[in-house]
C-alpha cells in the first residue's frame, strides 16, 4: 500500500534510497488520501489475487509511512476487508512522537530502521530532516518496543566506506540489543540507489557483519538481506497500471517484469518496449543487472 502520493516525502533522504532523492524533506505530518480511496482500491486488488498467497498486506510508500495522519483509520478499514496481518516499513523518525507510537502500534509487523548510531555517519547515510535528533529517535524505538504486542524487526543497510567500519558495526549491534528486536535484517544495495557512487559492503565485511550482530542478538535473530527480491509481484487486471504503481516505489529486473508479466499478456516485450519509448520508464543498469524503473519526471506531473 503507497500511502504516501508523489513526489517523494519523507524525513530522511538516504544515500542508497532505490527512490532517488527526496523531493520534500519533511516531518510534518498531514492526510494525503481520504481512506475511502483506499478502501477501493484495496477492495479491487484483493478481488485481483488470491488472498491464501499474501503472507502480509504492507504500507511501502514513497516517501515515509508515519508521515499519514490517517495511517491509523487506514489500519482499521484494512481489517474490515481482510483478515491478513498488516506491516509497515518505517524509518523511525517520528516514532518518539507518541501519536506516530499509538498508529504504530495498530500493526502487526513493524520493520525500523538503523543505518548509524554515530551522528555524523547518520548524518552522512540517512541525511536527516534538520529537526530530527537521533538520540529521540533512539529513546523512542526502545518505548514503542516496550509497548508493541506485534512482531519488531530491524534492517540495517551497509554501505561501503560510510557505516561499514567495525567500529560503528558493532555500535550498531549494541544498540540494537538494547532495542531487542524479533529478527534483525542486514541488507546492502541491490537496486539503482539515489546516489551513484554508493557501493554495497564486500562478502567479506558481510561475514563480519553477521558475526558482530550474532554476538549481540544470537546467531537466530539476524538474517542477510542481500539478494534480489524474485518475481513476486501480482499484476491485476490492468498490467500497465500495476506495473507502474510497482515501478514507482520498488525497481523491477527486467527479467522478473518479463516473468510477472508473461502470466497475464502475450507480449511482454512489446509493452516494456513501449512504456519505455513513451517514457513513462526506463531502463538503468546497476551491479551488472537491468532493472525497469518509473521516470522520476512522469511520477512528479501525475
Known amino acids: 500500500i503507497n500511502n504516501?502520493?508523489?513526489p517523494k516525502r519523507c524525513s530522511y533522504s538516504c544515500i542508497y534510497c532505490q527512490l532517488g532523492g527526496t523531493k520534500i524533506l519533511t516531518v510534518e505530518r498531514r492526510r494525503f488520501y481520504d481512506t475511502r480511496v483506499l478502501r477501493k482500491g484495496l477492495s479491487e486488488k484483493?478481488?485481483?489475487?488470491?488472498?491464501?498467497?499474501?503472507?502480509?498486506?504492507?504500507?511501502?510508500?514513497?516517501?515515509?509511512?508515519?508521515?499519514?495522519?490517517?495511517?491509523?483509520e487506514h489500519v482499521k478499514t484494512i481489517r474490515e476487508l481482510s483478515d491478513k496481518p498488516i506491516a509497515i516499513l518505517t524509518n523511525s523518525t517520528l516514532i518518539s512522537v507518541e501519536d506516530v507510537r499509538r498508529d504504530l502500534m495498530e500493526f502487526d509487523l513493524v520493520s525500523i530502521k538503523l543505518d548509524a548510531v554515530s551522528e555524523e555517519i547518520w548524518r552522512k547515510i540517512n541525511r536527516p530532516h534538520s529537526s530530527l535528533n537521533l538520540h529521540e529517535i533512539l529513546d523512542g524505538?526502545?518505548?514503542?518496543?516496550?509497548?508493541?504486542?506485534?512482531?519488531?524487526?530491524?534492517?540495517?543497510?551497509?554501505?561501503?566506506?560510510v557505516n561499514s567500519e567495525r567500529s560503528e558495526i558493532k555500535r550498531i549491534?549494541?544498540?540494537?540489543?538494547?532495542?531487542?528486536?524479533?529478527?534483525?535484517?542486514?541488507?546492502?544495495?541491490?537496486?539503482?540507489?539515489?546516489?551513484?557512487?554508493?557501493?554495497?559492503?564486500d562478502e567479506e565485511k558481510l561475514v563480519e557483519s553477521y558475526e558482530i550482530f550474532s554476538e549481540s542478538l544470537g546467531r537466530d535473530r539476524v538474517e542477510l538481506l542481500i539478494g534480489y527480491e524474485g518475481a513476486g509481484f501480482k499484476i491485476g487486471r490492468d498490467p500497465v497500471r500495476d506495473l507502474l504503481s510497482i515501478a514507482t516505489i520498488h525497481p523491477i529486473r527486467l527479467d522478473y517484469a518479463h516473468q510477472i508479466l508473461s502470466k497475464s499478456i502475450h507480449d511482454p516485450d512489446e509493452?516494456?518496449?513501449?512504456?519505455?519509448?513513451?517514457?513513462?520508464?526506463k531502463l538503468v543498469k546497476y551491479r551488472w543487472r537491468t532493472f525497469l524503473v518509473r521516470r522520476r519526471r512522469e511520477i512528479c506531473e501525475d
Open 46 to 72: 484483493l478481488s485481483e489475487v488470491n488472498e491464501d498467497d499474501l503472507d502480509y498486506i504492507t504500507f511501502v510508500p514513497d516517501g515515509e509511512p508515519t508521515l499519514d495522519r490517517s495511517l491509523s
Open 173 to 201: 549491534a549494541d544498540e540494537l540489543s538494547k532495542i531487542d528486536p524479533d529478527k534483525a535484517y542486514i541488507a546492502i544495495p541491490t537496486r539503482p540507489p539515489a546516489e551513484n557512487w554508493v557501493k554495497p559492503v
Open 141 to 161: 524505538v526502545k518505548i514503542f518496543r516496550r509497548e508493541f504486542p506485534g512482531k519488531l524487526i530491524s534492517e540495517t543497510m551497509l554501505i561501503d566506506g
Open 271 to 281: 509493452l516494456i518496449e513501449r512504456l519505455v519509448n513513451s517514457g513513462e520508464m
Open 4 to 6: 504516501i502520493p508523489p
